[in-house]
């Protein structure tokens, strides 16, 4: 069964599902959970609790849980799932790289932190800054990419594409090549490198780790702007050749 829990701080819903899960569970406890979030506009953050004593789904329960799952992912912004069990926190992590929103897996004693960590969503960004000198754009990103750190970076490009035929250079500096945290935030890089490409001139990637080198090169052979690897102590020197892509100023 679902059961609601309702000591959670306010905007945060929660449940904790216990034996069989059932399609009546989903109408009586998760329809209107979703319902009332539509009706007040905002976006779900979500805290699923999975005892031990938890069996799974009846069949209708089972596909209960996809139809809810189609409706609720467009209004996801976190989800963190606690629990034990080994093959729902796998089962979780593997799903997790499909779903908009951000989801996360927790020990069972953790249910504190998992509260925190929905409460701070989106967490910290990536930060920007822009060397107008060099007309170059550094992003520094500490984590997985996210749909929002995109979102950031595409900003800071797009305010100096604002007053500018084109953007010399692009930095991203990491201390190792920090993925993407699901399919939504690999589909946002998609689709700003695709509207983006044509306007940049270099993209270096001050990024520590051999793999990160044959993807450099890789792109650079299949997008417009130049591209090429750097140590992520060499955060200068990729900055300086990013620069050096700049067109000379026309002759008066």
Not at 219 to 246: C, K, Q, S, Y
């Amino acid at each position: 069964m679902i059961e609601r829990d309702s000591d959670v701080p306010a905007g945060i819903d929660a449940v904790r599902a216990v034996g069989t899960v059932t399609r009546h569970d989903y109408e009586t406890v998760v329809v209107p959970m979703l319902d009332a979030a539509v009706r007040e506009g905002r976006r779900l953050r979500f805290l699923c609790v999975v005892d031990e004593d938890f069996h799974g789904l009846t069949p209708d329960g089972a596909w209960a849980d996809v139809k809810l799952g189609l409706t609720a992912m467009r209004r996801l912004e976190g989800c963190a799932v606690v629990s034990d069990l080994p093959w729902v926190r796998d089962t979780t992590k593997l799903a997790s790289f499909f779903l908009p929103g951000h989801v996360r897996v927790f020990d069972a004693i953790q249910r504190e932190e998992a509260l925190r960590w929905l409460e701070s969503l989106p967490g910290r960004l990536a930060t920007t800054r822009i060397d107008p000198a060099a007309g170059v754009v550094v992003a520094d990103v500490g984590q997985p990419l996210r749909r929002e750190d995109v979102e950031v970076i595409a900003t800071a490009v797009d305010s100096w594409l604002a007053d500018h035929t084109d953007l010399p250079g692009l930095v991203l500096h990491a201390s190792s090549f920090p993925g993407w945290e699901n399919l939504g935030a690999l589909v946002e890089h998609l689709r700003f490198v695709g509207g983006h490409q044509r306007r940049i001139g270099r993209v270096a990637l001050a990024v520590d780790g051999q793999p990160v080198g044959v993807a450099a090169r890789v792109a650079g052979a299949l997008l417009h702007p130049e591209v090429r690897h750097f140590a992520t102590g060499e955060i200068d020197a990729a900055i300086a050749w990013a620069g050096a892509g700049a067109r000379p100023a026309a002759s008066a």
